[in-house]
């Protein structure tokens, strides 16, 4: 069994910041094998599909944004915890944001938008007003 934990969601002020964290708990029986490969962060707003947010891979430099996002968020991963450090929000940015990893299991050729996610969070609620 494996577990994803999101924190840091809230009310903000346009312009304003936030950072959202989520951590990875295995308990001894997960079944899986081996480090996650790829995490990322999504999010949806209310009647809309969820969309990507950013992804990153543990033996890249560079992580990958949805356009709408580049230059405000800034993702990062130390072991098991990803962190979206979210900056200049604005109220297209109000969603449940979602985080997900593989947790070891293969999900695709790349580390993007297209990933297959075995693990999902159950999602922080972020509104900017």
């Known amino acids: 069994h494996v577990q994803l934990v999101e924190s840091g969601g809230g009310l903000v002020q346009p312009g304003g910041s936030l950072r959202l964290s989520c951590t990875e708990f295995?308990?001894?029986?997960?079944?899986?094998?081996?480090?996650?490969?790829?995490m990322a962060w999504f999010r949806q707003a209310p009647g809309k599909e969820r969309e990507a947010v950013a992804h990153i891979y543990s033996g890249e430099d560079s992580a990958l944004y949805a356009d709408s996002v580049k230059g405000r968020f800034t993702i990062s991963r130390h072991g098991n915890t990803i962190n979206l450090q979210m900056n200049s929000l604005s109220t297209e940015d109000t969603a449940v944001y979602y985080c997900a990893a593989d947790g070891g299991k293969y999900g695709g050729p790349y580390c993007d938008s297209s990933y297959e996610f075995a693990y999902w969070g159950q999602g922080t609620q972020v509104t900017v007003s």
């Open positions: 295995r308990t001894q029986s997960s079944g899986t094998d081996g480090s996650t490969n790829c």
